[in-house]
């Protein structure tokens, strides 16, 4: 007797893996994970702490190209909209020393708030982060509205945080 192939198992693999990359438009938007974020300077920030902000979590590593392309838009990015209610917290990968990330923070004057995942615990709640950059946007009410993974489409962020920031 030959088994027979049930077609919804076929596709159960395929859908996992396009379910992985967080397409926008998917699925509804998802709470953001409460996080303790342990900042460069020593400090924590906390998601009660951000809360009623429009988030841009950032994941990202000193040795990652695009990373390190990107970081002049996010500074960008976060000057232009902070006044409005807008936070940005990039958080450094479990991989990169404490010591290349401190140097790079300094020495690119970054003015947004920088965290170390010092043992993977945030890019484990935050979807498995292994690809950097990836960057996460969540609106007022801690949902998650935006992932990228890759370098964003800075003109099409612009238009997103606008519109999520007039929400107030």
């Known amino acids: 007797m030959t088994p027979r192939i049930r077609p919804w198992l076929l596709a159960t693999p395929l859908l996992a893996a396009v379910g992985g990359l967080g397409l926008a438009g998917c699925a509804p938007a998802e709470r953001a994970p ?3 974020f342990r900042l460069l300077d020593g400090s924590t920030l906390t998601s009660a702490d951000l809360r009623g902000k429009v988030l841009l979590v950032n994941f990202w590593a000193t040795t990652c190209v695009s990373c ?12 232009r909209f ?3 209610g807008f ?10 020393p404490p010591e290349w990330v401190a140097n790079f923070v ?3 004057q970054l003015p947004f708030k920088v965290a170390l995942d010092s043992d993977g615990t945030l890019a484990r709640h935050w979807g498995e982060v292994k690809l950097t950059p990836t ?12 992932r990228y993974v890759g370098e964003p489409d ?15």
């Open 68 to 79: 390190v392309k990107e970081m002049p838009q996010l500074i960008e990015t976060h000057r």
């Open 154 to 168: 800075f003109a099409a962020l612009a238009q997103l945080l606008d519109k999520l920031l007039a929400e107030g």
């Open 34 to 36: 409460e996080s303790t």
């Open 87 to 96: 936070e940005t917290v990039a958080v450094a990968m479990s991989y990169d």
């Open 135 to 146: 960057t996460y946007i969540v609106d007022r009410q801690g949902r998650i509205v935006k």
């Open 106 to 108: 300094r020495t690119r």
């Open 82 to 84: 902070a006044a409005r």
